[in-house]
Nanobody
Framework: QVQLVESGGGLVQAGGSLRLSCAAS????????MGWFRQAPGKERDFVAA????????YYEDSVKGRFTISRDNAKNTVYLQMNSLKPEDTAVYYC???????????????WGQGTQVTVSS
């Protein structure tokens, strides 16, 4: 069982930055691949980024490449999402999730956090 708690969301102007954190409870955190997803009102939950268990491999949705960076600190059981050059279309609830391997579809992730709201004003 893995419990995930996101933090770091908020309101920011377009062009600004936020850093999301996701703290995991499991002692086996380092054995899980981690992902970030987002869900805007009335839309499906979409893949944003993923990182392998070691942190060596990272993957991004095209619209966030070059702006967002996913990383992890296995000693702290935490995964991060650094978001720069934010745009109004990045506004959504952001969720972190854990899976046994790197995946890109939400249904492949077994464990989810409660989400944190990110709002980007124009």
């Amino acid at each position: 069982q893995v419990q995930l708690v996101e933090s770091g969301g908020g309101l920011v102007q377009a062009g600004g930055s936020l850093r999301l954190s996701c703290a995991a409870s499991a002692r086996t955190f380092s054995s899980y691949a981690m992902g970030w997803f987002r869900q805007a009102p009335g839309k499906e939950r979409d893949f944003v980024a993923a990182v392998s268990w070691s942190g060596s491999n990272t993957y991004y949705e095209d619209s966030v490449k070059g702006r967002f960076t996913i990383s992890r600190d296995n000693a702290k059981n935490t995964v991060y999402l650094q978001m720069n050059s934010l745009k109004p279309e990045d506004t959504a609830v952001y969720y972190c999730a854990a899976a046994t391997g790197v995946r890109f579809a939400s249904h492949d992730y077994a464990y989810w956090g409660q989400g944190t709201q990110v709002t980007v004003s124009s």
